[in-house]
């Protein structure tokens, strides 16, 4: 899968890969947190096949994009103002944004600062705020400290090239050796440089500004973002529907590809995209 670079907004070069079909009509992929966007190949095929442009990108810091020592390269609005940046270069206009788990946190962002931008919205696996963390000042000073000691003493580590998701498939939610894999392809620094700009994240009042059609897709089996906060999402976010896809835990992309691109499919139908 052969893509290119493009510059975004600060300079940063950003790697993408696009498949055109019909250029009316684009589904833009965002991918979760330590992946990169070889994660949705099965879902771009699918979508390929039914005559739809698609194009997806390594997120700042993930795959074959460019990384930063600096903490402010990773905030979030950065993510979303890539998006909007290759968006502009391609000429695109009215896509489906679809992000799943860190993915779907940019596109709520990118949704809220660019309200004109897309046509519609899908929000895989994901939340308003990082999973995990406390809203307790005393712990998230505690968890940023851990984080700049790790920075300060231990060396950056990093495995180069996309991951092959092929050999996670079937795995749980917290299976030891695909975090590992992400965070070794990601790089250890971003990683937890990624990490100290989420701790204490709320973003719950962005919801509000999100207009356009959206589909939520949650895995009952998540517990990385639960049922409940899928709930929230859809009845928050105007003009929301939520499908809820039995059996299936996080990592639904690679998991359950099928029941995704079904969603997604018949989601696009109700909005007369196809």
């Known amino acids: 899968m052969a893509g290119q670079y493009f510059q975004s907004f600060d300079g940063a070069k950003i790697y993408y890969h696009k498949t055109v079909r019909d250029k009316d009509k684009w589904l833009v992929f965002l991918h979760g947190f330590g992946g990169d966007l070889t994660a949705w190949k099965k879902e771009r095929t699918y979508f390929t096949k039914l ?16 990384r930063s020592n600096n903490e402010d390269f990773y905030k979030l609005e950065n993510f979303s ?5 290759l968006l502009e270069k391609e000429t695109i206009a009215n896509p489906i944004i679809i992000g799943h788990c860190f993915g779907g946190m940019v596109a709520i962002y990118f ?25 307790n000042p005393m712990e998230q000073t505690f968890f940023k ?15 180069s090239g996309h991951v092959n998701f092929n050999k996670f498939k079937g795995s749980s939610d917290l299976d030891a050796k695909r975090i590992l894999s992400d965070i070794l392809h990601t790089s250890l620094r971003s990683y937890l440089l ?4 989420l701790v204490g994240l709320n973003a719950k009042q962005l919801l509000d500004k999100i207009t356009v059609p959206t589909l939520v897709i949650e895995g009952t089996e998540d517990s ?8 929230f999402l859809s009845e928050r976010i ?7 896809i039995k059996k299936a835990n996080h990592i639904i992309v690679i998991n359950n590809p099928a029941d995704l691109e079904k969603s997604i499919e018949n989601f696009l139908k109700k909005i007369s995209f196809i």
């Open 224 to 231: 990385i973002f639960p049922p409940d906060i899928a709930q």
């Open 81 to 85: 103002k890539d998006v909007a940046t």
């Open 51 to 66: 005559g739809i442009s698609t194009i997806a990108m390594d997120l700042r810091g993930h795959g074959l994009s460019e």
């Open 238 to 244: 105007k003009n929301s529907e939520l499908d809820l």
């Open 145 to 159: 400290q851990i984080i700049n000691l790790i920075l300060k003493f231990m060396p950056d580590i990093k495995t």
């Open 194 to 197: 990624m990490c100290d700009n």
């Open 111 to 135: 949704q809220a600062q660019f309200p004109k931008v897309s046509r519609g919205l899908v929000l895989v696996d994901t939340s308003f705020k990082p999973p995990f963390f406390s809203y």
